[in-house]
């Protein structure tokens, strides 16, 4: 049998994910609307980490996210741990802690999307929130996701929601609330990694969705003080997306 017939063979053999009609219209949904060209929101994270002695400890961050499609994105934070700023002008991604003291930069492609793969996955660093912002959100969301249905309709912040549950395995669990209309913003996501000592988890609490700014180049730009100190970019965005280690 010829490598070509093999891999149709397997491809064919591939279950084919089990997720339900109203979990993936309300997914495709958010989709279309995460990708206009500009936007920006709010959100509130709390993040498990594992202390030096393996106790579970949790740490907060309040971010807010402006994307303009295709090549520009600002994450401009505060949390338990400091201000912290990720700053992408359609060719360099630059990491800001303590308030332009310290940075970090690299060269990275000229897209949102590549940009992230180089930040995210190059570095290793585990950043839930950044299927919400590349080309194609909903694929991005549901990539790997193997079961997913809708439990129900849930209030949250006075907004009238539908909670969705999928699975991806080896072991994450994801809970979306995307609001009940034709948009479907998120408006909660939970992420729990049960494969993990402690099963700890991460939670986003979305709000102040805005699809009408036009954020100018400028806001997309860095300029160290002066005496500010150049950093490792690996260690700089595990400190500025919250992911203590």
């Known amino acids: 049998m010829s490598g070509a017939s093999t891999t149709v063979t397997l ?3 591939v279950p ?3 997720i339900s009609e109203n979990a993936s219209s309300a997914i495709a949904r958010m989709g279309a609307t995460l990708g206009s060209k500009e936007f920006s929101f709010q ?3 709390i993040r498990v980490y594992a202390s030096n002695n393996g106790e579970l400890l949790h740490i907060g961050h309040t ?3 402006t994307v303009r499609r295709p090549d520009r994105l600002l994450v401009d934070g505060t949390g338990d741990d400091g201000p912290r700023k990720l700053i992408y002008d359609g060719k360099t991604a630059v990491v800001v802690l303590d308030n332009g003291k310290k940075y970090a930069s690299v060269p990275v492609p000229e897209t949102i999307e590549g940009m992230m793969h180089v930040v ?5 660093v585990d950043f839930p929130l950044a299927d919400f912002i590349t080309d194609a959100p909903d694929k991005a969301f549901l ?3 193997t079961v997913g249905r809708d439990v129900g ?3 949250v912040d006075g907004v ?3 909670h969705l549950v999928f699975s991806q395995p080896p072991g994450i669990e994801l809970e979306l609330w995307l609001e009940a209309n034709d948009q479907s913003l998120p408006r909660r996501l939970i992420v729990t990694y049960r494969s993990r000592p402690g099963e700890p988890n991460f939670v986003a609490e979305f709000s102040d969705w805005t699809f009408t700014a036009h954020p100018p180049d400028a806001e997309f730009r860095f300029e160290p003080p002066e005496g500010a100190e150049r950093l490792q970019l690996g260690a700089a965005l595990k400190q500025s997306m919250g992911a203590r280690q």
């Open 143 to 145: 990539t790997g996701v």
């Open 16 to 18: 084919k994910p089990a």
């Open 153 to 155: 309709p849930a209030t």
């Open 120 to 124: 995210v996955g190059h570095f290793g």
């Open 43 to 45: 959100v509130r994270t």
């Open 160 to 162: 009238l929601c539908r």
């Open 11 to 13: 491809a064919a053999n």
């Open 63 to 65: 971010f807010k996210v």
